[in-house]
């Protein structure tokens, strides 16, 4: 069996290497890469039967390679996560084990792509479980947005605005302290950007905090009207198709 491993703490690489032999002497380690740059090119050119996988590189994510190589070998990932949504992993031919890597662990996971099937190789099916596990566990979201105010630059916390409205085709960020700040984005561009548990998009002209909100009101055709904190907008309306989401989102 042919193995590569892709691995950004040398330490971390020798104790996988040394726990593989021990189960598998006649394992051979095609190559040890700690990046996402050389194992692009070294996948592109070369073809293993397993790799096993390190998710935080020196220069990035791991999933970054399936963007930019075609993976079609399985994978086995090696984290330092420890999350629930990790369980993506088990699904479509993926496992994965939490570091330090422990020799058991390590025997299931063998034994797991032992019994894979051709179908379940698909590699549609391992990018679709891989980036949904990396969305929940990688997702990072703005902490900062840097405006400018006048010939300044300025740098505002997203913890300090308490909602983003468009007006006039121009994108504004309203702060706890009731100013209005230009932004260079658009709304639908903002809403990939802030954190959902924080912010929600309530209809096209804003986007709302947890924290901006003063008063729920009941409002016509099941709609809910809003009273936000600072802003002097008094007909700030739920949309109704969206009603039911942002419910669930105030209840989480």
Partial sequence: MKVLIIEDEPQAAERLVSLVHQLHPDV????KLDSIKRSVEWISKNQVDLIFMDIQLADGVSFEIFEKVEVKTPVI????????????FKVNSIDYILKPVDKDE???????????????????????????????LT?????????????????????EILFFFSLEKT????????????LDFTLDQLEGLLDPKQFFKINRKYIVGVSSIQDMISHTNSRLKLVLKTCDDTDVIVARERVQEFKEWLDA
């Fill in 28 to 31: 051979e380690i095609c190559a």
């Fill in 77 to 88: 990932f090696t984290t330092a996560y420890n999350d629930y949504a990790l369980k993506a």
């Fill in 106 to 136: 390590l025997l299931v996971a063998f034994k797991k792509y032992q019994n894979l099937t051709p179908q379940s190789l698909a590699p549609a099916k391992m990018i679709e479980s891989i980036g949904y596990a990396m969305q929940m």
């Fill in 139 to 159: 997702k990072k979201y703005k902490e900062r947005f840097v405006i400018k105010v006048g010939e300044h630059l300025k740098s505002v916390e997203v913890k």
């Fill in 171 to 182: 994108t504004f960020a309203q702060t706890k302290d009731g100013r209005k700040h230009i």
